[in-house]
């Protein structure tokens, strides 16, 4: 029997002596040091000299690595909460514990004065954990992040451990890093998180060939982990860096996993990336610093363990951005370390817009700055959803529900939203999705943020091709804290928190309310902005809707209205084409939509088109100041 990397752990290593099991372990070289001649004759006692030297070096070694005060336990970055106490949580409260440990149990400050007795000694650590082997059984095996908090533990602090504890922690580590790796093949992670699989496949073996790089098969094992983090990374991102939306959530995980293993590649001077990937994780980011607002939270990802904008800056380092790109620049702007951060605005070259179909996800962004205004869009899912922050306060965060009825009867979709059409340029990004509905309908959203401009337009559309009555509602989701009121004798809604104020124009609805006219736009209790429109006997409707959050406009009177258009001479009906006008004092706004392909260019407010959609504004001498043309 012997204990090997690309071999079974046998089942009778479990009741194997520390003696017995240490003679099992095969090596890469013939035994040579304490380490290994003392595992070769079940010498403990010189085993634990061995390793306990062996740990110091791989301590030192890693201290002197760029950031790794910043990386040290690192491996506590991916620690979930856990609702019930169980084995993960009471390792998770003794690597803290450890890590939270001065270098000696006696410390004296310059006062000459003792600090306090720290909640647990070195020797109560090494019982705890003793302890906790305890609980590691056949039928209850390591985890794979317990297996991350141990060698981190054995790398960190494993040579202050009492000689029993450290012999029983390597034991433990390399009897499950063998167990794991040797499994990869055959396990099912169908269900398992891409963070999760990253570390189970990548992360682990490329960090365990290291640690125990004296153990036969670790130099297979080094690749094994080099190439399925290079595969995961591969497979999950599109060509130019952009993460698939489905990882959104849990976003901070999966590129902490990575992050890790570029800080222990550095550690050990092994190259992880080849330069196609060091490319590649460069543009993801640069994606990922662009979807980060002005507290550095990163957009439709909640905050985990750490602090995004530390991940993102110690991402950017190690993926080798240069310190004088933007992104780096932003980031540092971001952690300045003062209480109350000073405002900033950083010149780039390239806008830091960007759109991938394959991942389902669009960012626009009009500056770096800490009062910029970010929206990201994901459609991966049966719904898109949307994260706005606007002068660097977060608005919008969610999923964009809808509900569509036909003649009384709800029609809905299968979820599967496209992108149709994508532009970015020194005026506004521009996005618009599409779904097919039963009954022949389907559903177009439009996205407009420009780059000057404090606002955002965002329209749904409804084209079928039979006459009916339709009736639908949008549901935009409202970050939380926000208040909403109603004007009292307009549509207009205001929209209000701490240090920020939006205006929210329902452009399809009167600007009156009228008891008889159909549609409404509130705040409901589920914190949405909820618009309701309908149309008697219409093929399609246009459901308009502008936020403006221009600090110069937010107490200028405002009015909008539906606009009359023409096709040769004759009136075109609201389900061929829709126009709307708003104005917020001296500012007009123009927003057009062919519903229905016309034959000649129509009119509207004496500006002829042959375009599907324009978004404009009016300047001083009522000329037209284009902000989207779209054929």
């Not at 994260?387 to 009825?405: I, V």
């Not at 200028?556 to 609201?574: V, Y």
């Amino acid at each position: 029997m012997s204990i090997e990397f690309g071999q079974a752990v046998p089942q009778q290593y479990w009741s194997l002596s520390d003696e017995e099991f240490l003679q099992a372990v095969r090596w890469a070289s013939k035994p040579r040091g304490d380490l290994m001649k003392g595992a070769q004759f079940g010498d403990l006692k010189r085993f634990g000299q061995g390793l306990t030297a062996r740990l110091k070096e791989i301590a030192k070694q890693k201290k002197q690595t760029k950031h790794s005060a910043e990386m040290l336990w690192s491996a506590l970055w991916s620690a979930e909460e856990v609702e019930d106490p169980g084995r993960t949580a009471d390792l998770i409260n003794l690597v803290e514990s450890a890590c939270n440990l001065p270098g000696k149990n006696k410390k004296v400050s310059q006062s000459g004065k003792r600090k306090k007795t720290p909640r647990l000694s070195w020797d109560e650590v090494s019982r705890l954990l003793y302890g906790w082997l305890e609980q590691v059984t056949l039928s209850e095996p390591m985890q794979p992040f317990e297996l991350l908090l141990l060698m981190e533990l054995l790398e960190n602090v494993g040579y202050r451990l009492a000689p029993a504890t450290l012999i029983s922690v390597w034991r433990a580590c390399l009897s499950a890093a063998a167990a794991i790796c040797f499994k990869l093949e055959e396990t099912d992670f169908s269900e398992t998180p891409d963070d999760q699989v990253l570390l189970n496949s990548g992360e682990i073996p490329w960090r365990a060939s290291f640690l125990f790089s004296q153990v036969a098969g670790a130099k297979n094992l080094r690749q094994l982990g080099q190439q399925n983090l290079r595969d995961g990374f591969f497979d999950r991102t599109d060509t130019d860096g952009t993460p698939h939306a489905d990882m959104l959530s849990r976003i901070d995980f999966w590129l902490a996993t990575l992050t890790r293993s570029l800080f222990i590649s550095q550690v050990w001077k092994k190259r992880l990336w080849d330069q196609e990937a060091r490319d590649r994780f460069q543009l993801t980011i640069q994606v990922l610093v662009a979807t980060s607002n002005a507290s550095g939270k990163l957009a439709l990802c909640p905050v985990h363990t750490i602090d995004h904008s530390s991940l993102l800056s110690l991402a950017a380092w190690f993926s080798g951005l240069s310190s004088r790109s933007a992104e780096r620049m932003y980031l540092k702007s971001l952690s300045s370390g003062k209480k109350k951060q000073s405002p900033f605005f950083i010149q780039a070259d390239d806008h830091a817009a960007n759109q991938s179909d394959w991942s389902a996800l669009a960012v626009m962004r009009n500056y770096w700055s800490d009062a910029s205004n970010l929206l990201m869009v994901t459609w991966n899912g049966d719904l898109p959803a949307i994260s706005l922050s606007a002068l660097g306060k977060q608005l919008l965060e969610g999923r964009w529900e809808f509900s569509l009825t036909v003649n009384g009867t709800e029609v809905s979709g299968d979820g599967e939203w496209s992108a149709v059409c994508w532009n970015s340029d020194e005026d506004a990004d521009y996005l618009e999705l599409q779904m097919e509905l039963d009954g022949g309908y389907t559903l177009e959203r439009q996205i407009l943020l420009p780059r000057n401009q404090h606002f955002v337009f965002l329209a749904d559309i409804v084209n079928g091709s039979e006459a009916a009555r339709l009736e639908y509602r949008s549901l935009l989701p409202v970050s939380a804290g926000y208040t909403g009121s109603v004007d009292e004798e307009t549509h207009e809604l205001s929209l209000k928190t701490k240090g920020m104020s939006a205006r929210v124009f329902p452009l399809g609805l009167p600007q009156e309310r009228d008891f008889f006219q159909p549609g409404s736009l509130s705040l409901n209790e589920q914190g949405q902005i909820e618009l309701q429109q309908q149309a008697a006997e219409a093929t399609a409707l246009y459901v308009p809707l502008v936020i403006d959050w221009e600090p110069d406009l937010k107490r200028k009177p405002a009015d909008w209205s539906s606009l009359t258009i023409s096709e040769a001479g004759q009136i075109s009906p609201r389900d061929v084409a829709a126009g709307h006008r708003l104005r917020i004092g001296k500012h007009q706004l123009l927003v057009y939509r062919s519903l229905k392909k016309g034959e000649v260019a129509r009119a509207v407010l004496g500006h002829h088109t042959s375009y599907e959609s324009v978004i404009g504004r009016f300047d001083s001498d009522g000329d037209l100041t284009p902000l989207l043309f779209v054929e």
